[in-house]
C-alpha cells in the first residue's frame, strides 16, 4: 500500500467510528425515556390517579365508563367502580322501583372520598329498607336533570327525585346557551338548545383518547386542560356579555315583534331568570316523580368555630329557594347542620388535606350531613316561604 493510500486509510477509521458511536447512545437514551415513561405511568396509577375512560351520551354529553375502576387523589382519595350506568354507585338492583333518586354535579359524583365514606353508604346504613340511586357527574348543568332522570329511568323506577344543587349551578345556567321560551304572560313554556356536551373534534378525541388509557395524561388534563378550559369559558362568556350589549338596541324591536305572535326567546341574564329556569326545571321533573331540594352552600370556616356564607352562594339559595317557593317544593338547605357540627367537633365538612381543610367539595363528615339531609327532606318535606 502506498503512503498516500494509507494516510487515507487512517483518516477514516476514527471518523467511521465517530458516526456509529451515537447510535447505541440514541438507543440506549431512548430505552431510558420509555422506562422512566413506563415507570411514572405504573407510579401514578399505583398511587395517584388511574386514566379516565369515557362514553359519550348523545344528550348527556361525556360519563364515566360504565363497570370502570377509577382512582383519584388530586381532591380527597377514592377508589371506586362505576355501575352499568356509568355512577360512582354500587350496581342498581334488578327490577327496582322504588327508589330515591338523587341528582347532581360532582357533589353527588363524589370522587372525592372513598365510596365507604360517602353520603350513599351512611344513608345505606341509617336506612337499610329503603333503596337509594346517585345519578352525579361533574361539571352538569340543572338543565340537563330531566334528561339524566330519564336515563337512569331506562334501568330502575323511582319514587322521589331529590336535586342537590350548590352556587355553581347559577353559573352553569346563565353561562349556557339555552333560548327561554315564554308564553304571553311572561311565564317560561318551553327551553330550547339545552347545554349538552357533543364531541369537540378529532384533536380533542384524540387527546381523550390518551386521557382514557394514560395516567399521565389524565394527570396533564386534570391540571392543566380543564384550567385553560375554565379560562376559555370565562373568555366565551365575556364575548357573550359584549354581544348583549351590542344587541340591546334591537332586543326591544324583536321583542314587539314577538310580542305579536305571544312568545319570545331569550337567554338567561341574570338571577330573577335563574329564579324562573329553575321553577321551570323542578315542575318539569315533577312529571316523572315528587321533587325535593337540597341546597349545599359554601361556607367559610373560621377561628373560634364562627363561620359565614359566601355571597355568590347566599345570592344562589335565595334564587333557588324563591324557585322551590313557588313550585311548591319541599326544600332544606345544608347552611345549618354543616355549622352546626363545625362547632360541635372543630373539623370543617368540607375538604381535604391534599388542597386544604374548610375548601371544596364535601368531605366524609359533610356528606354525614348531606344523607341525613336527604332522609329529613324526603320524610318530612317543607316547602321555603317565598322570601322572593
Same mark, same amino acid.
Given at each position: 500500500?502506498?503512503?498516500?493510500?494509507?494516510?487515507?486509510?487512517?483518516?477514516?477509521?476514527?471518523?467511521?467510528?465517530?458516526?456509529?458511536?451515537?447510535?447505541?447512545?440514541?438507543?440506549?437514551?431512548?430505552?431510558?425515556?420509555?422506562?422512566?415513561?413506563?415507570?411514572?405511568?405504573?407510579?401514578?396509577?399505583?398511587?395517584?390517579?388511574?386514566?379516565?375512560?369515557?362514553?359519550?351520551?348523545?344528550?348527556?354529553?361525556?360519563?364515566?365508563?360504565?363497570?370502570?375502576?377509577?382512582?383519584?387523589?388530586?381532591?380527597?382519595?377514592?377508589?371506586?367502580?362505576?355501575?352499568?350506568?356509568?355512577?360512582?354507585?354500587?350496581?342498581?338492583?334488578?327490577?327496582?322501583?322504588?327508589?330515591?333518586?338523587?341528582?347532581?354535579?360532582?357533589? #353527588?359524583?363524589?370522587?372525592?372520598?372513598?365510596?365507604?365514606?360517602?353520603?350513599?353508604?351512611?344513608?345505606?346504613?341509617?336506612?337499610?329498607?329503603?333503596?337509594?340511586?346517585?345519578?352525579?357527574?361533574?361539571?352538569?348543568?340543572?338543565? +340537563?336533570?330531566?334528561?339524566?332522570?330519564?336515563?337512569?329511568?331506562? &334501568?330502575?323506577?323511582?319514587?322521589?327525585?331529590?336535586?342537590?344543587?350548590?352556587?355553581?349551578?347559577?353559573?352553569?345556567?346563565?353561562?349556557?346557551?339555552?333560548?327561554?321560551?315564554?308564553?304571553?304572560?311572561?311565564?317560561?313554556?318551553?327551553?330550547?338548545?339545552?347545554?349538552?356536551? &357533543?364531541?369537540?373534534?378529532?384533536?380533542?378525541?384524540?387527546?381523550?383518547?390518551?386521557?382514557?388509557?394514560?395516567? #399521565?395524561?389524565?394527570?396533564?388534563?386534570?391540571?392543566? #386542560?380543564?384550567?385553560?378550559?375554565?379560562?376559555?369559558?370565562?373568555?366565551?362568556?365575556?364575548?357573550?356579555?359584549?354581544?348583549?350589549?351590542?344587541?340591546?338596541?334591537?332586543?326591544?324591536?324583536?321583542?314587539?315583534?314577538?310580542?305579536?305572535?305571544? +312568545?319570545?326567546?331569550?337567554?338567561?341574564?341574570?338571577?330573577?331568570?335563574?329564579?324562573?329556569?329553575?321553577?321551570?326545571?323542578?315542575?318539569?321533573?315533577?312529571?316523572?316523580?315528587?321533587?325535593?331540594?337540597?341546597?349545599?352552600?359554601?361556607?367559610?370556616?373560621?377561628?373560634? &368555630?364562627?363561620?359565614?356564607?359566601?355571597?355568590?352562594?347566599?345570592?344562589? &339559595?335565595?334564587?333557588?329557594?324563591?324557585?322551590?317557593?313557588?313550585?311548591?317544593?319541599?326544600?332544606?338547605?345544608?347552611?345549618?347542620?354543616?355549622?352546626?357540627?363545625?362547632?360541635?367537633?372543630?373539623?370543617?365538612?368540607?375538604?381535604?388535606?391534599?388542597?386544604?381543610?374548610?375548601?371544596?367539595?364535601?368531605?366524609?363528615?359533610?356528606?354525614?350531613?348531606?344523607?341525613?339531609? #336527604?332522609?329529613?327532606?324526603?320524610?318530612?318535606?317543607?316547602?321555603?316561604?317565598?322570601?322572593?
Amino acid at each position: 500500500m502506498t503512503a498516500p493510500a494509507k494516510i487515507v486509510e487512517v483518516l477514516r477509521r476514527p471518523r467511521a467510528t465517530a458516526l456509529s458511536a451515537p447510535i447505541p447512545r440514541l438507543a440506549t437514551l431512548l430505552l431510558a425515556a420509555i422506562a422512566a415513561t413506563a415507570a411514572v405511568e405504573l407510579a401514578l396509577r399505583l398511587l395517584v390517579l388511574s386514566p379516565s375512560p369515557t362514553v359519550t351520551d348523545p344528550v348527556l354529553g361525556r360519563l364515566l365508563k360504565p363497570n370502570t375502576h377509577y382512582r383519584q387523589s388530586a381532591e380527597g382519595f377514592s377508589s371506586f367502580t362505576t355501575n352499568a350506568l356509568g355512577f360512582n354507585d354500587a350496581p342498581i338492583p334488578a327490577g327496582e322501583k322504588n327508589a330515591i333518586l338523587v341528582l347532581g354535579d360532582s357533589y #353527588i359524583e363524589a370522587q372525592q372520598v372513598d365510596p365507604a365514606d360517602n353520603f350513599l353508604a351512611y344513608f345505606r346504613r341509617q336506612n337499610p329498607d329503603r333503596a337509594i340511586i346517585a345519578a352525579g357527574r361533574a361539571g352538569l348543568s340543572p338543565l +340537563s336533570y330531566d334528561d339524566l332522570a330519564r336515563y337512569v329511568a331506562r &334501568r330502575a323506577g323511582f319514587q322521589q327525585i331529590v336535586v342537590v344543587l350548590n352556587s355553581s349551578d347559577v353559573k352553569d345556567i346563565l353561562e349556557s346557551d339555552v333560548q327561554v321560551q315564554r308564553g304571553p304572560d311572561g311565564k317560561i313554556v318551553s327551553l330550547a338548545n339545552r347545554e349538552q356536551q &357533543r364531541p369537540e373534534g378529532i384533536e380533542a378525541d384524540a387527546f381523550r383518547f390518551l386521557v382514557s388509557r394514560s395516567s #399521565i395524561f389524565a394527570l396533564i388534563n386534570e391540571k392543566f #386542560i380543564e384550567t385553560l378550559k375554565a379560562n376559555a369559558a370565562a373568555f366565551r362568556e365575556g364575548i357573550r356579555t359584549l354581544r348583549r350589549h351590542l344587541a340591546s338596541a334591537t332586543a326591544t324591536s324583536a321583542a314587539d315583534q314577538a310580542a305579536g305572535s305571544g +312568545s319570545t326567546a331569550a337567554t338567561p341574564k341574570g338571577l330573577p331568570d335563574v329564579v324562573d329556569v329553575t321553577e321551570f326545571l323542578l315542575s318539569e321533573l315533577k312529571r316523572q316523580a315528587a321533587v325535593e331540594v337540597v341546597y349545599v352552600p359554601l361556607l367559610v370556616y373560621r377561628s373560634g &368555630r364562627t363561620v359565614d356564607e359566601q355571597a355568590d352562594s347566599a345570592a344562589a &339559595r335565595r334564587a333557588f329557594t324563591c324557585a322551590a317557593a313557588r313550585s311548591m317544593t319541599p326544600m332544606v338547605a345544608l347552611n345549618e347542620p354543616l355549622t352546626r357540627v363545625f362547632q360541635e367537633t372543630g373539623e370543617p365538612p368540607n375538604g381535604f388535606s391534599n388542597i386544604g381543610l374548610g375548601l371544596g367539595h364535601l368531605n366524609a363528615l359533610g356528606h354525614q350531613v348531606l344523607a341525613r339531609a #336527604i332522609a329529613d327532606v324526603v320524610d318530612h318535606p317543607s316547602v321555603p316561604q317565598s322570601g322572593c
